[in-house]
């Protein structure tokens, strides 16, 4: 088992910056991928971006490929996500995921474990 915690959230105006961090607790060192996820009210759970830990390999989507940058530290225990120039459709619970195989990471089911999320507002 894999037990993932996420902080840095909050509130911040158009144009800001926030730095989301997960930290990985238990088999952490059995996972191959993590990934950051967001949901917005009323919208299903969409791949931000993932970083994979055979290669060092990441990935983004396609709003989030030059105003965040994913990063992992620690051997596997800690990943952040460093959010620039946020935008008000930014707005979301951010969540923080794991995989314990190595897969294509865009998809909500290719992980394993995940966090509990934590609000990332932006405001106009």
């Known amino acids: 088992q894999v037990q993932l915690v996420e902080t840095g959230g909050g509130l911040v105006q158009a144009g800001g910056s926030l730095r989301l961090s997960c930290v990985a607790s238990g088999r952490s060192s059995d996972t191959y991928l993590m990934g950051w996820f967001r949901q917005a009210p009323w919208k299903e759970r969409d791949f931000v971006a993932a970083i994979s830990w055979t290669g060092g390999s990441t990935y983004y989507a396609v709003g989030a490929e030059g105003r965040f940058t994913i990063s992992g530290h620690n051997d596997k225990d800690t990943m952040s996500l460093q959010m620039n120039s946020l935008k008000k459709e930014d707005t979301a619970v951010y969540y923080c995921?794991?995989?314990?195989?190595?897969?294509?990471?865009?998809?909500?089911?290719?992980?394993?474990?995940w966090g509990q999320g934590t609000q990332v507002t932006v405001s106009s």
């Open positions: 995921a794991a995989a314990s195989k190595d897969q294509i990471p865009y998809e909500t089911g290719a992980y394993d474990y």
